[in-house]
């Protein structure tokens, strides 16, 4: 903890000499169009950082809860168990999960990313649980008729089926996880957070609103991209009743 504290003054130092630009000194301003075009390319390293750390988390996320929500379908006794231990994991403070992490994985993107996946967990399974479930036993019933075993049904009627929730439990996962990669920074896992910590000055705003932004954009943009996957890989949901 106090190798991270130490390390982030050191870097506002840097911030702070490097403030001079853009005409900013001279005044207290919430926003420095000049420094951030002086500064732009200080954000390029921490966006890539980001990047990786919530598509790694969600893609390792959604792995795991699929298959625990298709085992939990397939066994429904595990329902409860599964969706009871990914509410534990969820409810842990995320600050607090970082900390325990690091005397077992130590400081560094991989404990970021272990926390992270966690965190999407119990999002991702209930939606896709719920999206199977959710899938008229009618259905199956025809299907069974067809001579489809179950594993065909699985994967040609009710993951299809399913989709809508999985994509839109989904999404969340991603949004969420965007904000809370920002807090990677206390496990030296890099991305946004830095800036955002660096950028923690009370007379100079400026940092804090560029990698913030940063991270909100990036939030709309990968929930729009689902968001249209999700109207592609579900043609039905868009045809007039």
């Not at 893609?59 to 429904?76: M, P, Q, T, Y």
């Not at 929730?165 to 904000?179: D, N, P």
Request: hydrophobic share 55%.
């Amino acid at each position: 903890m106090t190798g991270i504290v130490v390390a982030t003054g050191q870097v506002s130092e840097d911030f702070f000499r490097d403030r001079s630009g853009g005409g900013c000194i001279e005044e207290n301003r919430l926003f420095c169009p000049g420094w951030v075009i002086e500064n732009a390319d200080r954000y390029l390293g921490p966006t890539l950082e980001h990047l990786l750390l919530v598509g790694s988390a969600v893609i390792v996320g959604f792995g795991l809860a699929f298959w625990l929500a298709v085992l939990a379908h397939r066994h429904r006794w595990l329902s409860s168990p599964f969706l009871a231990a990914t509410g534990i994991l969820y409810t842990i403070p995320s600050i607090s999960f970082f900390f325990l992490l690091l005397p077992l994985t130590g400081r560094g993107m991989l404990t970021a990313i272990i926390a992270l996946t966690a965190f999407s967990l119990q999002i991702i399974f209930r939606n896709v649980a719920t999206g199977l479930r959710n899938v008229p036993d009618s259905v199956r019933t025809a299907a069974v008729g067809m001579g489809l075993t179950g594993r065909q049904i699985l994967w040609r009627i009710e993951i299809p089926l399913a989709l809508p929730e999985i994509i839109a439990g989904l999404r969340i996962a991603t949004v969420s996880t965007v904000a809370l990669a920002t807090l990677a920074v206390f496990a030296n896992g890099g991305g946004l957070g830095g800036e955002i910590i660096v950028g923690s000055n009370i007379t100079f705003k400026t940092g804090i609103i560029v990698a913030g932004s940063i991270a909100i954009v990036m939030a709309i943009a990968f929930d729009g991209l689902l968001l249209v996957a999700g109207k592609i890989l579900s043609p039905w949901k868009r045809a007039t009743p």
